[in-house]
């Protein structure tokens, strides 16, 4: 079933968001935590290998991991309060930027669309259009005109100077931006998703639920010299991925692909793909993919996560389980309960 915005469909998280997939940032390395004793057994070896070798540096990364929990607990609320507040006080320097207009479009993204919507709109007619397959099922096509990365940039620019308060779009990422929190879904990512790039992935990625994408998490990426430079190996939390190079100036820091996240590490060889200023990237989300570190200058890039509760209600991407529901904030982590899929709420975990 296809939620529109009208119908407010209720989104679910999974409870393994409290438990799983724990970036351990100086370890590279991510992590389950269900209770001191079985993280323990299941990692202690593994982090001592890594380089964690005394019982001080061990304690340590239970702290982090406790807060990085507690600070899961409080997301969805957290991220409703500082939505409010900069609603309240948070003034834009480019109000038009909020809204999607076809004039902000590469033309040859919008004869892509057109293509798609068309009754004879197939996948090896769209495939004809587009410039390149980057790698596996990976799509390069131009997104946006120049002038409206500069202004989406500027706009975040504006916005990172502001008091206001930031939502950062997970741990891996230090400097993004949650757009949602900005006002951002209503105006442009929905519109987006479901008028210019839904006609494309449901020919592209019919199988993985292009045809049924209903929520997205949308945020901006940031690199820069003095701050993050790149982005660790992983797979998105969403079935279709669209990811725009927006500027500023920057050398290097190119994408790099392997396989699907089932495929062992061994049995991968990963893809560099170069992403130019303007272009989209078009993925399956649970692709694994890096950024590369960048040499000089400011990459900032435009990410949507896009989600079809449909696939997902099946298999939890994130504990590759049928997923236990738990009620969120928004569009939560995409998940649905029209399977029948059993509540869990107040979910408990035993951090000490
Ligand atoms: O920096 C990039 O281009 C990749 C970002 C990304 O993969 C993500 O945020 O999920
Ligand atoms: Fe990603």
């Known amino acids: 079933m296809q939620h529109d915005k009208d119908s407010k469909a209720t989104f679910y998280t999974c409870s393994c968001f409290s438990t799983d997939n724990i970036f351990l940032e100086e370890f590279k390395l991510h992590v389950r935590f ?9 990692y202690q070896a593994v982090l001592r290998n890594l380089g964690c070798s005394t019982d001080t540096e061990f304690e340590d990364i239970l702290k982090k991991i406790a807060k990085e929990v507690e600070r ?24 038009h930027v909020y809204h999607l207009q076809e004039s902000y479009m590469a033309p040859e993204f ?14 090896e007619g769209l495939l004809s259009l587009m410039q390149t397959e980057a790698a596996a099922r990976v799509f390069r096509f131009p ?23 930031k939502g950062r779009p997970n741990t891996m990422n230090n400097y993004g931006i949650l757009l949602n929190e900005l006002g951002f879904d209503e105006g442009f990512i929905i519109p987006l998703r479901e008028q210019y790039l839904q006609p494309l992935t449901s020919l592209l990625y019919h199988d993985c639920g292009g045809r049924c994408l209903d929520s997205h998490k949308a945020f901006m990426v940031k690199y ?20 725009v190079s927006l500027g500023k100036e920057f050398k290097e820091g190119n994408l790099y692909f392997g396989d699907m996240r089932q495929v062992p590490l061994s049995e991968t060889a990963c893809v560099e793909v170069e992403h130019r200023v303007t272009e989209g990237l078009l ?15 400011q990459r900032w890039n435009l990410i949507v996560w896009m989600r079809a509760s449909q696939e997902r209600n099946k298999l939890c991407p994130m504990c590759n389980k049928r997923p236990t529901l738990v009620e969120g904030e928004g569009f939560a982590d995409g998940f649905t309960s029209d399977t029948g899929i059993s509540l869990l709420q107040n979910v408990s975990c035993d951090l000490h």
Request: net charge negative; charged share 30%; aromatic share 8%.
């Open 143 to 165: 997104v946006f005109k120049k002038v409206f990365c500069e202004e989406l940039i500027e706009e975040m620019e504006h916005f990172e100077q502001s008091t206001s308060p």
């Open 224 to 243: 820069d010299m003095h701050e993050d430079l790149d982005l660790s190996y992983h797979y998105d939390n969403a079935e279709v991925t669209l990811n």
């Open 283 to 297: 993925h399956r989300g649970q692709h694994m993919h890096g950024a590369l570190p960048i040499s000089s200058g």
């Open 72 to 95: 899961r607990r409080s997301l969805g609320v957290k991220s409703a309060e500082r939505a409010a507040a900069i609603k309240e006080i948070y003034k834009p320097l480019h109000d």
């Open 34 to 42: 269900l209770s001191e004793h079985q993280f323990r057994t299941d």
């Open 110 to 123: 919008k004869q892509m669309v057109d293509y798609c919507r068309s009754d004879e709109a197939s996948k």
